[in-house]
């Protein structure tokens, strides 16, 4: 790993996801943390400088669509204890689940666009796993 690299890690820790871990809770009622899998994209400048639109942005959208009254608000808070984000190679293995309280999303962030999981297919699978 870089120095480019090396800083980017450094703002994401510092900035970028408390920042949304913040709104999360803005948007539900409940901080919900972020574990990434470093080791996965560290080395990977693209990824790190798409990760949080990719993914941390897309969710939030998502949620804002699913907390829109009380009982959406309500099955997120009691649903989902902590995202999980792994870099992965190709958009062939992208994947989310919801397994105890885990979200967990695969994308391959320096594909951008092409590689993350969109607001509308996240919100669909929490939707239907909530």
Sequence with gaps: MGLNERR???ELKRDTFPARVLEIEEICGKAIP???????ISDD???LNFIDNLSCHRLNMALRMICQ??????AVREGVK???LK???DA???QISLTDGVLEMHCAYALGTTGM????EIRQYLEKHL
């Design 69 to 74: 009254d009380e009982m959406g608000k309500q």
């Design 92 to 94: 062939e293995s992208r």
């Design 117 to 120: 999981l969109g607001d509308n």
């Design 34 to 40: 972020y574990e990434i899998d470093w080791e996965s």
């Design 82 to 84: 902590l995202v999980k």
């Design 87 to 89: 870099n992965v190679k």
């Design 8 to 10: 980017k890690v450094e």
């Design 45 to 47: 400048a693209a990824a």
